[in-house]
């Protein structure tokens, strides 16, 4: 079992991870720390200091004191060094998937083979990005006469705030697009799995990023999220997390006029229908229980054709009961355990009250009682009424719903049928169907034919609750800067 070592550094499957905030370029203690639970065990797996509004204020002043400095790098300047951040993430991808899977219970293998090479990803692709693309002076769009210089200039600095789900890889994806446009930043991770956002510290630090650059405060949030939130020294706001927060937070920031970008939840459909390949279709609803389900992007509700519902049903249970659940640091586990009692708790309720609406559950319902802690069944429902709260609610955890339509447009009609527009999935066995279909799904996101394909260049984010804006490419770039027209006289010289 891990136990802390000492109060300043947890050691975490071999790694030492320093349990302090990360300001100003130094190690910050707090007199107050928060126990770091493992849902692989439920043990406490670090004694994590704990923020309140002083170690935010220190923060958001190392971050101000040192942005003039960063921004004044330059593009091509800042690129370097973030090159070397990604090259300092690859050197320890095995460090950083250990402690991620401890921290929060996600596989190993995901973290080994995607997602934390995507962490380096999210550094690399921006400086390149940021290169390209910010480093034209003289981005122009035509004037009657005069000549319009389009410059994209450092907004200041960046609060970033990130969910359990994907820790690292949804911090850096703001981290990174933040810091190449020449901002500085501070890092609230989740409480629930704080342990590689202190690890990137080192590695940022060792990468040459110049002290108040990244700065990390940990902590609950209403300790430390909500004065980051509130505080008047940052410039923009990026969050990642629940439709609840998200007001909270919007209030916070309305006050200050701080722009906002969200990220939030989804109810995303899966839409099979009647020519679609079947083989696919089914694999695509599979993995819809990785992460054990916790994934904003997750197809929770999956609408079927009638005529291919039954024999979907039959394969997807069967290709679910074969998923082996267990502990996320075996290569062969497919499906791990919930992040926390709370939220298994929650998910129970939500499964519960889902049978007692009426639903049935033809794989899973309950708690996994041979493993027994955190790990609750990959769980199918079908029949659930349309109006139950498992058909309108985020659940996050391994459940999914399966319903059939007749009609393409009652298919459309019950994806659209959500508060929420994160993403969407069509399986299709035609071109005509897939551009018809897919230009009249409500999200941010739609597959078709395909799940999970994220280029950073494109745009990402939600319609209706699950979000405000987009990040990705230049998009990223229109909210982390301060895009400036500098209009010039054609006249006026002293030549
Ligand atoms: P959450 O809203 O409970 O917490 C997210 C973060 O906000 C945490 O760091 C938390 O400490 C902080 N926070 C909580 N209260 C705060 C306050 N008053 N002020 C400031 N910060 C505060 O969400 P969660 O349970 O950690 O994550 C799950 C949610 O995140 C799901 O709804 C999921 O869909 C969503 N999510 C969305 C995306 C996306 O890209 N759209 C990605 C992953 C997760």
Redesign the pocket.
């Known amino acids: 079992m891990d136990l802390p070592r000492n109060e300043h550094i947890a050691t975490v499957e071999g790694v030492d991870v320093d349990v302090r905030h990360w300001i100003g370029g130094e190690r910050v203690a707090s007199d107050r720390t928060f126990d770091d639970i493992s849902p692989i065990d439920e043990t406490v797996i670090a004694r994590v200091h704990a923020a309140g509004a002083d170690e935010v204020d220190r923060a958001v002043a190392a971050a101000r004191a040192a942005f003039p400095t960063w921004a004044a790098l330059g593009v091509a300047g800042r690129a370097a060094i973030l090159r070397r951040v990604a090259e300092g993430i690859e050197a320890r991808i095995e460090d950083l998937a250990r402690v991620e899977t401890r921290d929060n219970g996600s596989l190993i293998r995901s973290h080994r083979r995607g997602v934390m090479p995507r962490v380096a990803m999210n550094f690399r692709a921006f400086a390149d990005f940021a290169e390209h693309k910010l480093s034209h002076p003289d981005m122009e769009v035509p004037g009657r006469g005069h000549r319009q210089r389009i410059s994209y200039d450092p907004a200041g600095v960046v609060a970033i705030?990130?969910?359990?789900?994907?820790p690292l890889m949804?911090a850096t994806w703001r981290i990174g697009p933040a810091l190449a446009a020449g901002n500085t930043v501070v890092v609230?991770?989740?409480?629930?799995a704080p342990l590689t956002a202190s690890l990137l510290a080192d590695i940022m630090h060792e990468a040459g990023v110049p002290d108040g650059v990244f700065n990390v405060v940990q902590?609950?949030?209403?300790e430390?999220?909500?004065p980051?939130?509130a505080h008047p020294g940052i410039n923009r706001l990026a969050?990642?997390?629940?439709?609840?927060?998200?007001g909270?937070?919007a209030k916070?920031a309305a006050e200050n006029i701080v722009p906002l970008s969200?990220?939030?939840?989804?109810k995303s459909p899966l839409v099979v229908l009647e020519d679609a390949d079947l083989d696919l279709a089914v694999e695509i609803a599979v993995e819809q229980f990785d992460n054990a389900g916790?994934?904003?992007?997750k197809a929770a509700r999956m609408l079927v054709h009638s005529s291919l519902v039954e024999e979907f049903t039959a394969r997807v249970v069967a290709g679910a009961e074969k998923l082996v659940q267990g502990d996320p640091r075996e290569e062969g586990t497919d499906v791990s355990a919930l992040?926390s009692r709370r939220?298994f708790d929650q998910i129970s309720g939500f499964v519960d009250r889902a049978l007692a609406d009426g639903a049935t559950a033809l794989l899973g319902g309950g708690p996994n009682e041979d493993l027994g802690g955190l790990y609750f069944r990959p769980t199918i429902l079908v029949g659930a009424p349309e109006d139950a709260e498992i058909m309108t609610e985020?659940v996050?955890g391994p459940v999914v719903t399966i319903q059939s339509f007749e009609t393409e447009e009652e298919a459309v009609a019950k994806a659209n049928d959500t508060r929420f527009g994160?993403a969407a999935t069509l399986v299709t066995g035609s071109k005509e169907a897939a551009e018809r279909v897919s230009a009249q799904l409500d999200a941010g996101t739609v597959w078709v034919n395909c799940f999970f394909v994220r280029d950073l260049e494109a745009p990402?984010?939600?319609n209706g609750k699950?979000?405000i804006g987009r990040e990705g490419g230049l998009w990223s770039f229109d909210f982390y800067t301060d895009i400036k027209n500098s209009v010039f006289s054609p006249g006026g010289w002293k030549e």
């Open positions: 705030i990130t969910p359990w789900n994907a949804l609230k991770p989740p409480e629930w902590g609950t949030g209403a430390a999220g909500a980051l939130t969050f990642t997390g629940s439709v609840p927060t998200a909270v937070i916070a969200y990220e939030l939840g989804g916790q994934v904003c992007l992040i939220h985020e996050f994160l990402f984010g939600g699950s979000g």
